[in-house]
C-alpha cells in the first residue's frame, strides 16, 4: 500500500515551459511535505517543503500548491531549465510520530533545451 | 562541512557473504536514518537513530540486516548473508535536532553476485 503516491514516472517539459508534478498521500496524520531532489549519484537533496496548515509554498522558481481536503500537492517548476532535469520525490511524515519519512515512487523530468 | 560521508561508494560481494556500510553524519546532527534505494521499490526507510539509540526500525529485514551507532560519528550496517535481491544504492541521511530536513550522503552502491 502506497502512502505516498506520485502519478507520474517521467515528465518532459520544454526549457522555458512550467513543469507540474503530482503527489497525492492516504494518511491524514501526514502534516509535512518536503520535496527532495536527485541527481544520477547523489543521494535526494531538499528542495522545498511545505507544512500542512499552508496551501502554498513559493521559493523562487519553485512552488508547492497544498491541497489538505483532497490529500494531494504538487510541484510548480516556473522556467523550467536543462539544469532541472533531475529525479523529484514528493515525501511526508507526521511531526508528532516516529519521524519516519516517508517517499514517492518518484518523477523524473527531462527539460529539453 | 563535508556533508554526509558513505563509504564505500561501491560494494560487490558474493552471495553468502558478509556486507558492511559505513556512514559519518553532519557534525552535530543528532538523527541518522538508512534508506534503501532500487528502480522496483524506490526510497525504502530502514531504520532511525536519535542520539545514538534507536528511534525505529520498522523498516528492516528482521533477519540479515542490522545497524548500530556506537558514537555520535558514525553508523553502521550489516547485511549478512547477502543475498542478489540485497542489491541496491544504501542511503545514511542525517538531521539536527528540531529539525525534519534529511541531509543525504551519496550511497553505497551494493552489488550481490
Known amino acids: 500500500q502506497q502512502q505516498v503516491r506520485q502519478s507520474s514516472q517521467s515528465l518532459t517539459v520544454w526549457e522555458g515551459e512550467t513543469a507540474i508534478l503530482n503527489c497525492s498521500y492516504e494518511n491524514s496524520a501526514f502534516d509535512y511535505f518536503p520535496w527532495y531532489q536527485q541527481f544520477p549519484g547523489e543521494g535526494p537533496a531538499l528542495l522545498i517543503a511545505?507544512?500542512?496548515?499552508?496551501d502554498k509554498k513559493e521559493d523562487g522558481r519553485f512552488t508547492i500548491f497544498f491541497n489538505k481536503r483532497e490529500k494531494n500537492l504538487s510541484l510548480h517548476i516556473k522556467d523550467s531549465q536543462p539544469g532541472d532535469s533531475a529525479t523529484y520525490f514528493c515525501a511526508a511524515t507526521a511531526s508528532s510520530g516516529s519521524w519516519q519519512l516517508i517517499f514517492g515512487s518518484g518523477t523524473q523530468l527531462t527539460v529539453m533545451p | 562541512n563535508a556533508g554526509v560521508i558513505q563509504t564505500p561508494r561501491h560494494k560487490v560481494t558474493g552471495k553468502g557473504q558478509e556486507a558492511t556500510l559505513w556512514c559519518e553524519p553532519i557534525?552535530?546532527?543528532?538523527?541518522v536514518f538508512w534508506y534503501r534505494q532500487t528502480i522496483v521499490q524506490g526510497l525504502e526507510f530502514l531504520t532511525y537513530?536519535?542520539?545514538?539509540?534507536?528511534?525505529?526500525d520498522s523498516g528492516m529485514p528482521k533477519e540479515r540486516f542490522s545497524a548500530q551507532m556506537p558514537n555520535q560519528s558514525h553508523s553502521t550496517l550489516k547485511i549478512q548473508s547477502t543475498q542478489p535481491q540485497d542489491s541496491a544504492v544504501y542511503l545514511c541521511?542525517?538531521?539536527?535536532?528540531?529539525?525534519?530536513?534529511?541531509?543525504f550522503g551519496s550511497g553505497t552502491r551494493l552489488t550481490v553476485l
Open positions: 541521511a542525517s538531521s539536527s535536532g528540531g529539525s525534519e530536513t534529511l541531509y
Open positions: 511545505i507544512r500542512s496548515v499552508s
Open positions: 537513530f536519535r542520539n545514538q539509540a534507536p528511534i525505529d
Open positions: 557534525s552535530g546532527h543528532s538523527a
